[in-house]
């Protein structure tokens, strides 16, 4: 007998996760050379290809999917990017498995234009040089060989044939693959596995030093506090502050940041009389006060809860620029955080007697990761997108005419000025609630201006005013409560409209997100039984 290579007919189960491998391999080997490019090579822009094109896809969301996105999944919209992501990966991967199964050549030439793709993404991110591109380009290089072997490996087998046996017989399409799945799982979980291990490590290679506080924060010269009068004791209504755990969080970071607090710096440059870099030990040891201040999303939708109110800690921003010495022509800063998103903030808002703050702390601690440490901007009465840059390292004083914030360009409004809103929180919509004497209660938001009134109507009934509680802050959010006093058997519809601290009420204009904020009544239907 002699043993000969024959061929077989291509199977799809192992060619489909032959790619599916190809493609884990690729990316594990890259993103441990991300890791590395992160921590001792140092580099300062995104040499992962799963983040850069994550965050490519992020840049060019239009407004109105960006909108969708919260809408349906929250603060678990970075959750559903990432499992899309996977899903189309292992599905395109999947196809060129089975394209390499018949034009071998032609897959491993499309395998290398993804990666291209992904490498492109590297090179578009904030500081990124080419040297970012090398884990994609040797991941996408392994993987490309791998994706020809395996597809050889499938198609071919050492056969025991005769001497006289034709070397081109087919062997069965139902022959045994066994070696091939072995070796296709296989990849396929060690890739995965550097894919986890990678992702992991660059954040904490990117830290290389401590993530919390080295010195302890400095007792502020004006301190705050929630009286019980403000604080609601109704099962279901929501805390006047709002846990640090429990604050939403929305951001176009697909990582959150490390960042070194002994490396911290935040530069003022611009239109400015002397160009300024503090540290963050400088700013510990300027005075520091405290402020209540309700911060809101503009992806918020009426009734939503991208919405959080906190006790913060800081240096006011009006110290800061005044030290800089502003340009009189200036009207905006334009703030970079340290994954180079921005936002555009009207000057007035950082230079006036509002509580707009360099902030350290946040309900008596110091910034969690995922809510900008160790230092983010707090500017009450201004939509986050155009204010609340996490992770801040510049200050760019400029112009309106001259600069734009990352949302400007995609269609949001430049100012973003926080509507009033109000909001239902007990009883929630579609609940069952006894006969009779029924508690209402939910909280007001309308900052800088404050809250002055808000009522409750039953059905088309006439609008009934509502117990208001205490107000520390105008700047924060108030809680309310009423008493229905006799709920009647049926489904009934309950509607909340404000009053600002100006006398204007709350619109009844019913407006979608984009591009400055909803408005309208919150209204929920319950069934009283």
């Not at 500081?127 to 791998?146: C, E, F």
């Not at 509580?355 to 350290?360: I, K, T």
């Not at 519809?493 to 904020?517: F, H, I, S, Y």
């Amino acid at each position: 007998m002699d043993t000969r290579t024959v061929r077989r007919a291509p199977d799809s189960r192992a060619a489909g996760l032959s790619g599916v491998a190809a493609g884990a391999i690729t990316l594990g080997t890259a993103e441990l050379l991300a890791a590395a490019w992160s921590g001792p090579l140092a580099s300062a822009g995104t040499p992962s290809p799963l983040l850069a094109v994550g965050a490519a896809f992020v840049d060019r969301t239009p407004a109105w999917l960006k909108d969708w996105a919260i809408a349906t999944f929250g603060t678990a919209d970075k959750l559903a990017l990432g499992i899309g992501m996977a899903l189309v990966l292992t599905a395109a991967c999947a196809a060129l498995g089975l394209l390499a199964a018949r034009r071998k050549t032609l897959a491993q030439v499309l395998f290398v234009a993804v990666a291209a793709l992904g490498m492109a993404a590297v090179l578009s991110r904030p500081d990124s040089g080419l040297l970012d591109a090398v884990p994609t380009v040797v991941g996408a290089a392994v993987g490309t060989w791998l994706l020809g072997r395996l597809s050889e490996k499938d198609q071919t087998v050492r056969h025991p044939l005769a001497a006289a046996t034709p070397v081109a017989e087919p062997m069965p399409v139902g022959a045994p693959r066994r070696e091939v799945f072995r070796a296709a799982g296989g990849l396929t979980a060690l890739g995965l596995a550097g894919i986890a291990v990678g992702t992991g490590g660059s954040g904490v290679l990117r830290t290389a030093g401590p993530a919390t506080p080295t010195v302890p924060l400095p007792r502020p010269s004006r301190s705050v506090s929630v009286p019980d009068a403000a604080v609601s004791n109704t099962p279901g209504h929501t805390a006047y502050l709002t846990p640090n755990d429990a604050f939403y969080r929305i951001d176009t970071a697909l990582r959150v940041p490390r960042v070194n607090p002994e490396r911290w710096t935040l530069r003022v440059t611009g239109l400015v009389e002397r160009e300024l870099e503090i540290t963050y030990a400088d700013l510990l040891a300027e005075e520091h006060v405290e402020a209540l201040v309700t911060l809101t999303c503009v992806s918020n939708e009426v009734g939503g809860d991208l919405v959080g109110n906190a006790r913060w800690q800081g240096w006011p921003v009006r110290e800061l620029l005044a030290r800089a010495g502003v340009a009189p022509e200036a009207d905006m800063v334009l703030s970079r955080s340290v994954d180079g998103w921005t936002a555009g903030t009207p000057l007035e808002a950082l230079t006036d007697d509002r509580d707009a703050l360099l902030a350290v702390a946040m309900n008596g601690e110091p910034l969690p990761a995922r809510h900008g440490y160790p230092v983010r901007l707090v500017v009450p009465g201004l939509y986050g997108y155009v204010s609340a840059t996490k992770w801040v390292t510049e200050l760019k004083v400029t112009r309106f005419d001259a600069d734009e914030g990352y949302w400007t360009p995609r269609g949001w409004s430049a100012l973003g000025p926080i509507k009033t809103a109000s909001r239902i929180d007990v009883p929630r919509s579609g609940a069952r609630v006894p006969v009779g004497e029924v508690v209402v209660a939910g909280v007001a938001w309308a900052q800088q201006r404050g809250v002055e009134q808000v009522e409750v109507q039953v059905d088309d009934g006439p609008w009934q005013a509502v117990e208001l509680l205490a107000e520390p802050s105008v700047d924060a959010w108030r809680l309310w409560r009423w008493t229905w006093p006799d709920a009647t058997p049926g489904r009934h519809r309950l509607r909340v409209r404000a009053t600002d601290g100006t006398g204007e009420a709350q619109t009844d204009q019913v407006a979608r997100p984009a591009p400055d904020g909803a408005s309208g009544w919150h209204e929920v239907s319950v069934r009283v039984a």
